[in-house]
């Protein structure tokens, strides 16, 4: 059974950072591509960033050259570190694992920059 577990959100002023983390059991990352979405008040979720299983990653044009995405394998561990957050980027963040036409979701973690 695949479980994403969220942690590291909080509420930050603008221009500060963040790393949020996903512990992810079940998951073999060779297998699965990984990523972080979010979901602000009123809005969709929306993909954040990727990691797919040929380790390229990808990112919304909203946060490129400020958040990174990166893999531990050998803690099972996603990450997604943010810099220089905007009041835009609060939401909800959730991790995620797909594989095929299968999506696997966290919790969580909520993301406030004011």
């Known amino acids: 059974q695949v479980q994403l577990v969220e942690s590291g959100g909080g509420s930050v002023q603008a221009g500060g950072s963040l790393k949020l983390s996903c512990a992810a059991s079940?998951?073999?990352?060779?297998?699965?591509?990984m990523g972080w979405y979010r979901q602000a008040p009123g809005k969709e979720r929306e993909l954040v960033s990727e990691?797919?299983?040929?380790?390229?990653?990808k990112y919304a044009d909203s946060v490129k050259g400020r958040f990174t995405i990166s893999l531990d394998n050998t803690k099972n561990m996603v990450y997604l570190q943010m810099n220089n957050l905007k009041s835009e980027d609060t939401a909800l963040y959730y991790c995620?694992?797909?594989?095929?036409?299968?999506?696997?979701w966290g919790q969580g973690t909520q993301v406030t920059v004011s």
């Open positions: 995620a694992s797909i594989i095929g036409a299968s999506a696997y």
């Open positions: 079940g998951v073999y990352f060779e297998h699965y591509d």
């Open positions: 990691i797919n299983t040929d380790g390229t990653s």
